[in-house]
Structure formats: C-alpha cells, structure tokens
C-alpha cells in the first residue's frame, strides 16, 4: 500500500527556514515524480513544487520561486522541501504526493498524498 509521510514543519519567524521531508512506503520513491502541495485554511489546494525521477528536473510555482528548493536523497528515499525567506503567507498544511507512475511533472497527479506537516510563519 502507497504511503507517504510528511515532517520538518513547524513555527518560525518571517525571513526564517525550514526543511521539509517526505518519506514513502509500499513502493520506491525515486522512481516517480514527486510534488509539494499547500493548503491554507479557507484556501484551495496549491501545487507549490515538484522534482521528476527521469532527470532531476525540478519545478516551482511563481510565488515560491527563488526562495524554496526541491531536491532528492542520494538513496531516492526521501524528498526535500528547503523553505527559505519565509513570509507569513506561506503558512499553510504541506503536503507531498504522486500518481506512484508518473516520472515527470508534467503529468503526475496527487493520487496518493500524506497527512501533511503544518507550517506557520510568525512573529
């Protein structure tokens, strides 16, 4: 059974980090693409970031670009969330998630997804 696990989330200050991972079980990580979701109370579901098990490639929505950084272990274990610069509009539920067949992001879908980690960005 495909599971996934997200953890590193947690309270920090606006400017401030965090490292977020996603850990899965029932089938091997690195052999599928893998994305990052958010969700903000009140919001809808936003894609945020994604990696492909083809080539590495890595993807990031417009408003986290140049801030945040995805990126596997080197035994395609786990997947990376580097969250820099945060501002209090990131705070949100973060998630991960794949289809567990797609090898690139443009095609994959969030068939399988976790409990999610809560991230808050305050003063």
């Known amino acids: 059974q495909v599971q996934l696990v997200e953890s590193g989330g947690g309270l920090v200050q606006p400017g401030g980090s965090l490292r977020l991972s996603c850990a899965a079980s029932?089938?091997?990580?690195?052999?599928?693409?893998i994305g990052w979701f958010r969700q903000a109370p009140g919001k809808e579901r936003e894609g945020v970031s994604c990696?492909?098990?083809?080539?590495?490639?890595?993807y990031y929505a417009d408003s986290v670009k140049g801030r945040f950084t995805i990126s596997r272990d080197n035994a395609k274990t786990t997947v990376y969330l580097q969250m820099n610069s945060l501002k209090p509009e990131d705070t949100a539920v973060y998630y991960c998630a794949t289809d567990g067949y797609s090898v690139g992001c443009d095609e994959v879908t969030d068939q399988y997804w976790g409990q999610g980690t809560q991230v808050t960005v305050s003063s």
């Open positions: 029932g089938f091997t990580l690195g052999y599928y693409a």
């Open positions: 990696i492909n098990s083809s080539d590495g490639s890595t």
